[in-house]
């Protein structure tokens, strides 16, 4: 381990550098308002497509998460689901799919690591107690607001960790969002995370379910969903990110469900949130519900966005 001291993202001094690790959907937006707010950027993805387009924005390519972090008093990542984490962070440490050192040994003390990933409160607290040992301040920093609000840099980050490295971290979390929240410890950010698409995976499918509905007792779609946003069943797929296509411009539904939140990962998200009521005798029958729907659609549609939930009731959609 590298025992220099760094002295991470102080809001008094200079921009830090930072390497961002993960750009896809989310990550590749987010890295890019980064650089137009002037941060010096080092990236690394395992896909060269998702690279390409950062270089492009002005960001420097690494072929290794150790050689994006190499000049970095700062690491952010965005990757799809616990395992890719613990991979990057804790290698051979983790869940047995890397065979490399983690990223973790590698760093200087003093580094602030920031894992806006979705993932387990339990998998976000073994990287936070790796990283406290090797003297690295870690944050669990999932994110709400889709695609969108990482295209606008007006997402919601919700923070776990102590309240020092939630305080180096928000200059640079408010350059990517609007609303930072320190929800408490190591891996509370993650258990309001999941709290949310808990809360959200069933509102997509309740809406999907009372637009069918709709639709197939003669109402317009756009008709009906206006008539809902100023009624009592009004809600964000509503309001940003309406299921039916064609309803509303730039949203998945009028674009094959291509791009947006994949279903497997709000897939991945329901089951770490029943996961969580299982460990701790809470009663989620709604969530329960709402999983079977996106188990059965994700079979064949796992890498659309999870608005396609829409096809459930009515295939055409996805033609
Ligand atoms: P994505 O699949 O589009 O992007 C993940 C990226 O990580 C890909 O480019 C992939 O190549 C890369 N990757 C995977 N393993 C890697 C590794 N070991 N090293 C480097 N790169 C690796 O997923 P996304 O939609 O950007 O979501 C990322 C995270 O954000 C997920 O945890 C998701 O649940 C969460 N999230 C997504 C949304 C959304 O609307 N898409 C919203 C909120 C939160």
Wanted: aromatic share 4%.
């Amino acid at each position: 381990m590298n025992t220099q001291d760094v002295n991470a993202a102080d809001s008094s001094s200079a921009k830090p550098n930072i390497a961002f690790i993960g750009l896809g959907n989310m990550g590749a937006p987010m890295a890019e308002n980064l650089l137009k707010a002037g941060y010096a950027l080092s990236v690394y993805d395992l896909s060269k497509d998702a690279t390409q387009r950062l270089q492009q924005a002005g960001a420097k390519v690494a072929d290794s998460p150790k050689g994006a972090a190499s000049n970095a008093q700062v690491v952010i990542s965005m990757l799809p689901a616990g395992k890719h984490v613990h991979s990057v962070y804790l290698g051979d440490m983790g869940l047995g799919e890397s065979k490399s050192k983690g990223l973790l040994s590698e760093l200087p003390q003093g580094t602030l690591v920031i894992d806006s990933s979705t993932i387990a409160a339990a998998d976000a607290r073994i990287v936070a107690e790796a990283a406290s040992q090797a003297g690295i301040d870690f944050l669990d920093a999932p994110v709400s607001g889709g695609t969108g609000g990482a295209i606008a840099g007006s997402l919601t980050f919700i923070v776990g960790g102590s309240a020092d490295a939630f305080a180096k971290a928000e200059p640079i979390l408010a350059v990517m969002g609007k609303n930072i929240f320190h929800a408490g410890e190591h891996g509370a950010g993650q258990v309001a995370k999941i709290c949310n698409n808990l809360l959200l995976g069933i509102l997509m499918a309740g809406t999907a379910e009372a637009i069918n509905l709709g639709v197939k007792n003669g109402l317009d779609p756009k008709v009906l969903s206006d008539i809902m946003l100023q009624s009592s069943g009004r809600n964000w797929t509503l309001e940003v990110y309406n299921p039916y296509p064609k309803v509303m411009d730039n949203v998945p539904s009028s674009n094959g469900y291509q791009g947006g939140f994949m279903t497997k990962l709000m897939q991945k998200d329901l089951n770490l949130a029943l996961q969580t009521a299982q460990n701790t005798n809470v009663n989620t029958p709604m969530g329960a519900k709402a999983t079977e729907l996106y188990e059965a659609h994700t079979v064949e549609n796992g890498d659309r966005d999870f608005s396609s939930i829409m096809a459930l009731h009515d295939s055409s959609v996805l033609s």
